[in-house]
C-alpha cells in the first residue's frame, strides 16, 4: 500500500517537554511539508522540504524543528520554545514542489 | 503576503442541489491552486488541482474555475449528496513556493 502515514494519532506533553511527531512516505515523493490547523483557521506552512538534507521554514517555524535525513520520512520536534502547541498538525508529501500534495491522517497534539 | 478567503464558512443544503463554493485570493502571480476536502479529525483529501494556465478541471461531480485576474476559484458540486458534507478548502501554490490555505467551508448536505 502505498501512502502517507503519522503516528502517534494523539500525544500529549508536559511543559518544558519536547516531543516528536513521526511522517512517513513510501510514494518516493522528494518533497515534504508540516502544517498546523487550528480550529476554524485554514492550514499554515511550519517547515517544508524539497529533497533529502534540506528544509526551509515555513510561516511559523519558531519552536519547531524538523530533519530530513531519509527521502521516506520528515520528523517534526515540537520544543519546549513552542508555547502554544495544542493543535493538529498535518504532515503532507507531493513528488515536488508545487505538485499535487498527498496528506497523511495527522497527529493531534495535547498539553497536560 | 497572500492571503486567501473563502466563502461562506458554512452551508448546508438539501441533497440534489448544485451549489458553489468560494475561493478568492489577493495575489495573481500563482502557480496552481488547489480544492481539498476534510472530514472531521482526518487528513486532508486532493480533489482538483488547476494549474495557473488553466480555466477548469472536473472530475466526476466536481468542477472547479481559476480566473486568476480576479484572483477568484470555485468549485461546483453538482447533485450533492450527503457522503459530500466536510469541509472543503482551497490553497494557492505561488511563484515564490508558498503554499496558503483558505479557512474552509464547511459543507452540510441534509438527506
Known amino acids: 500500500d502505498g501512502g502517507i502515514t503519522q503516528s502517534p494519532k494523539y500525544l500529549f506533553r508536559k511543559e518544558g517537554q519536547n516531543v516528536t511527531l513521526s511522517c512517513e512516505q513510501n510514494l518516493n515523493h522528494d518533497a515534504m511539508y508540516w502544517y498546523r490547523q487550528d480550529p476554524g483557521q485554514g492550514l499554515r506552512l511550519i517547515y517544508y522540504?524539497?529533497?533529502?538534507?534540506?528544509?526551509q521554514k515555513g510561516d511559523i517555524a519558531e519552536g519547531y524543528s524538523v530533519s530530513r535525513e531519509k527521502k521516506e520520512s520528515f520528523p517534526l520536534t515540537v520544543t519546549s520554545a513552542q508555547k502554544n502547541p495544542t493543535a493538529f498538525y498535518l504532515c503532507?508529501?507531493?513528488?515536488?514542489?508545487?505538485?499535487?500534495?498527498?496528506f497523511g491522517p495527522g497527529t493531534r497534539l495535547l498539553v497536560l | 503576503k497572500q492571503e486567501v478567503t473563502q466563502i461562506p464558512a458554512a452551508l448546508s443544503v438539501p441533497e440534489g442541489e448544485n451549489l458553489v463554493l468560494n475561493c478568492s485570493f489577493t495575489d495573481s502571480a500563482i502557480y496552481n491552486l488547489q480544492w481539498f476536502r476534510q472530514d472531521p479529525g482526518k487528513g486532508l483529501t486532493s480533489l482538483l488541482l488547476?494549474?495557473?494556465?488553466?480555466r477548469e478541471q472536473t472530475s466526476g461531480r466536481l468542477n472547479a474555475s481559476l480566473d486568476k485576474s480576479s484572483g477568484r476559484s470555485t468549485l461546483y458540486i453538482a447533485a450533492s449528496q450527503p457522503g459530500d458534507s466536510a469541509t472543503y478548502l482551497c490553497?494557492?501554490?505561488?511563484?515564490?513556493?508558498?503554499?496558503?490555505f483558505g479557512a474552509g467551508t464547511r459543507l452540510t448536505v441534509k438527506p
Open positions: 490553497a494557492v501554490f505561488d511563484n515564490n513556493n508558498d503554499m496558503r
Open positions: 488547476i494549474q495557473s494556465s488553466q
Open positions: 522540504s524539497q529533497i533529502v538534507n534540506d528544509f
Open positions: 503532507a508529501s507531493s513528488i515536488y514542489v508545487g505538485e499535487t500534495q498527498y
